[in-house]
């Protein structure tokens, strides 16, 4: 069943059947750049993983392969990159840690990223700083020309630049990507972007923007809906590695010896970040929610349409509240277009004012001064707007 927007504006949304166990048309749940809500049919996926187990007990791995396979290609679709290289794992730090310790830091000490990161670059790159090596942080400010700064930080020191593709704290879409990774190219400097906030928020085909050449990572944690352990790493064709830390998974598709006690063999592309003994009941729901998005219809340019209605209904919203702006403001100057799935709201008292919402039975939450109001499309016009009101609430509240 195909839908519409207007089937998702009206209270209850049309989606909201097919999340009951989450209560989402009860509840005001603006975790969508967080942890959106699961389809009721991830619980029979993750029950599908215990049969399965019972069933064939060791056995059960072939069918778990064909899970992950299915969440492979869920990601392919989503990046406009059939045959693509997906390399999978729980999180998007272990694939990263893996990918880094097959780079030549030995020769080229130097990391390029920027200081607008979320937590699983910052914090490791900042421990391999103080290991000494180099990791220049360009500031994130301004954003329309960061790419371009990235390139400028480049020498022949430089083994990688890391970049996401929208900023965690303030949403913000980082343009002309596609750019830096030709300037990338040219160095023989590997790019990788963070796109964890762009798949199912906004399109992202790599081809389009200038993007195939890229290192891309990301993961159903938040826009997706496939949970937890559901991460991937997409490499670009031909690139061939040894990471330092490696799993045995990665010499199942060795051609020589995989361990004969003379060299450590890897699989072709992204099978060399293989890892070990994973449990593979997330991919059995990742692989029925990818599923169940097929048909919905939720497709990049559908749930794009989503994401800026309702974006644009928050902030709409939240500019009739005519708020004091010393405590709570957004950013009027840009339009809505350069911003990707949530709200963010700039305030010295973000962190209360989430847990002011939290009281009021609003869920989100606030990343250093940002409060982020994150929308999901099993949400209604009204319990967006019902939202808003209860964080005007809150300002006015601090303000006496």
């Known amino acids: 069943m195909s839908l519409a927007l207007d089937d998702l504006r009206r209270t209850p949304n049309a989606l909201a059947v097919d999340y009951a166990a989450f209560r989402v048309s009860e509840r005001l749940l603006l975790t969508g750049h967080s942890h959106q809500a699961w389809p009721d049919v991830a619980r029979a996926a ?19 392969f064909a899970k992950a396979e299915r969440v492979r290609a869920g990601y392919r679709a989503l990046l406009d990159d059939p045959g693509g290289e997906i390399a999978l794992a729980a999180s998007t730090h272990e694939l990263v840690v893996r990918w880094l310790s097959a780079l030549d830091l030995a020769r080229r000490p130097r990391l390029v990223t920027t200081d607008g990161e979320f937590h699983t670059l910052r914090r490791q790159l900042a421990r391999l700083a103080e290991a000494g090596l180099e990791v220049h942080r360009e500031p994130a400010r301004p954003v329309e020309t960061l790419a371009e700064r990235l390139a400028g930080r480049i020498d022949a020191r430089t083994s990688a630049v890391l970049v996401s593709a929208v900023l965690f704290e303030t949403a913000r879409i980082v343009p002309h990507l596609g750019e830096l990774a030709a ?41 997706l809906q496939l949970g937890e352990g559901n991460c991937f790493l997409r490499l670009p064709r031909g690139l061939e590695l040894r990471p330092t830390l490696t799993g045995w998974f990665a010499e199942f598709a ?80 840009v339009p809505l277009e350069v911003f990707g799935g949530f709200l963010a709201i700039e305030s010295p008292h973000a962190e209360a004012l989430a847990r002011a919402l939290l009281a009021r039975g609003v869920q989100t939450d606030a990343r250093g001064r940002f409060l982020r109001l994150g929308p999901a499309p099993y949400l209604s016009d009204a319990q967006l707007d019902r939202a808003v009101d209860l964080l005007g609430e809150a300002v006015r509240e601090l303000a006496r």
Do not use: M, N
């Not at 400097?189 to 990301?218: C, K, N, Q």
């Not at 995989?258 to 063999?265: F, L, Q, Y």
């Not at 929610?289 to 559908?302: I, M, N, Q």
């Open 183 to 223: 300037a990338c190219d040219r160095r023989a400097v590997p790019l990788l972007v963070d796109a964890y906030h762009a798949l199912g928020a906004i399109p992202f085909p790599l081809g389009a923007l200038g993007l195939d050449s890229a290192l891309v990572t990301g993961g159903g944690y938040k826009y």
């Open 254 to 333: 060795a051609k020589g010896a995989a361990h004969d006690g003379r060299r450590v063999e890897y699989g072709p592309g992204a099978a060399a970040l293989g890892g070990a003994t994973y449990d593979p009941a997330s991919h059995y729901r990742g692989a029925r929610v990818f599923d169940f998005f097929a048909e919905r219809g939720l497709t990049p340019a559908f749930l794009r349409a989503v994401s800026r209605h309702q974006v644009g209904r928050l902030a709409a919203r939240f500019d009739a509240l005519a708020l004091p702006e010393p405590l709570a403001r957004r950013e009027r100057s």
């Open 46 to 64: 993750l029950a599908e993983s215990f049969d399965d187990a019972a069933h064939a007990v060791d056995e059960k791995w072939e069918r778990a």
